[in-house]
């Protein structure tokens, strides 16, 4: 148990709608980390935040949305759905960012499915 | 356009063998390179993290390699175990204003008995 936690586990929805998704930092981590990781694809870098603020973005759609709250939880917005937004999300989170590295510590994911 | 790439794609060796897998990378500026197993359905768990000064790092049977010069890495695995099987993946991430994670799409490893 890595200590993140992300929720729902499981997701199915229909396309057009949008999801989402909450992930709860472990205790004392600042940064957070979202990835997508489609069927038999690498994982795909979204964006991170750092203690409340977006600090580093990498391929997310202009449909898809984050944020980190004051309690550091962090929710991704999945809108507009396509079917191939359908994939495995997961969140991680350091205490310090990557880039000074920071260790990452993964969440069980959140399985998307759009039909 | 900063790219990671893995080889090989797949492979397959008995348990007790040894491995390794090659990770090359064209990210600048280079701030640190990381392996990663991922189990399937699974989030992927940290098994090294190299810095440009550090040559090698050992963790248990895993032992990485970094030569910043040639911008490769490689993960090598000592008598492998049947837990061993998953997808190792390399990331490098850069530092400066992009402050950018680079995947590679992974050596997935399979290890029979």
């Known amino acids: 148990d890595s200590g993140v936690t992300q929720t729902p586990k499981h997701l199915i929805t229909a396309t057009g709608q949008r999801v989402t998704l909450r992930c709860s930092p472990r205790?004392?981590?600042?940064?957070v980390y979202w990835y997508q990781q489609s069927l038999d694809q690498g994982l795909q870098f979204l964006i991170q935040?750092?203690?409340?603020?977006?600090?580093a973005k990498g391929n997310i759609l202009e449909r898809f949305s984050a944020q980190q709250f004051p309690d550091l939880h962090s929710e991704l917005n999945l809108s507009s759905l396509e079917l191939g937004d359908s994939a495995l999300y997961f969140c991680?989170?350091?205490?310090?960012?990557?880039?000074?590295?920071?260790?990452?510590?993964f969440g069980p994911g959140t399985r998307l499915t759009v039909t | 356009k900063n790219q990671v790439e893995q080889s090989p794609q797949s492979l397959i060796i008995l348990e007790g063998k040894n491995c390794t897998l090659q990770c090359n990378y064209t990210v600048s500026p280079f701030s640190n390179l990381r392996w990663y197993k991922q189990d399937t359905g699974r989030g992927p768990v940290s098994l090294t993290i190299?810095?440009?000064?550090?040559n090698t790092k050992s963790n248990g049977r895993y032992t990485a390699t970094l030569d910043a010069d040639t911008k490769q890495s490689s993960l090598h695995i000592t008598a492998s175990q049947l837990s061993d099987s998953a997808s190792y993946i390399c990331?490098?991430?850069?530092?400066?204003?992009?402050?950018?994670?680079?995947f590679g799409s992974g050596t997935q490893l399979t290890v029979l008995p």
């Open positions: 205790s004392g981590d600042l940064s």
């Open positions: 935040y750092y203690n409340g603020e977006e600090r």
């Open positions: 190299m810095t440009f000064s550090e």
């Open positions: 990331v490098v991430i850069s530092s400066g204003s992009a402050r950018q994670l680079t």
């Open positions: 991680a989170s350091s205490v310090t960012p990557s880039s000074q590295g920071g260790e990452q510590y």
